[in-house]
């Protein structure tokens, strides 16, 4: 906890896959004014440059949450933040991805797996049996199931996500109600 918090937005449903539980009720639905950054060569070139720098000005510690909107969009750009985290052991990242299946997803699953303490990804509202961290939506706190935290920053038991880290500090699955 305490760590500086930079995020990073891509353009959803762009780099989403058309399986997302939240196609059609998209948190960006309701964010016309966020910054949305196009998902490519451009983006990846910029990120190994600005990482580097803001380890510079960070060297305890950084977390960049991915993705605030969008999603990993291709194997090699899930190796660019595999090769991001080897070089830069002061870069802590978390987010959530909706990729459960596939090329993308394997690649996602072994980098988590493999690097948790600096690369806590989520598999929002993954199949039952997927072994990974998972996050489930629901509509009201009294349907968290009993394997489930609520997230502390939706009702207002800590201040921001960068007061609480649970969702990168445990691997139990996180509720999120329902935006």
Known sequence: TGFPVYTLTLEERATCPTSCHHWRSCFGNKMQYADRVAAGADLEWRLVREIALLEAYHPDGFAVRLHVLGDFYSVEYVGLWRGLLERHPALHVWGYTARFDGPIAAALLDLAEREWNHFAMRFSNAPAGL?????????????????????????????????????????????????
């Open 131 to 179: 072994d990974a961290s998972a996050t489930i939506s629901v509509e009201h706190p009294l349907q968290v199931p009993d394997d489930a935290i609520l997230c502390p920053e939706q009702v207002g038991k800590t201040e921001s996500c960068s007061t609480c880290a649970i969702c990168w500090q445990t691997k139990r699955r996180i509720a999120f109600i329902q935006h």
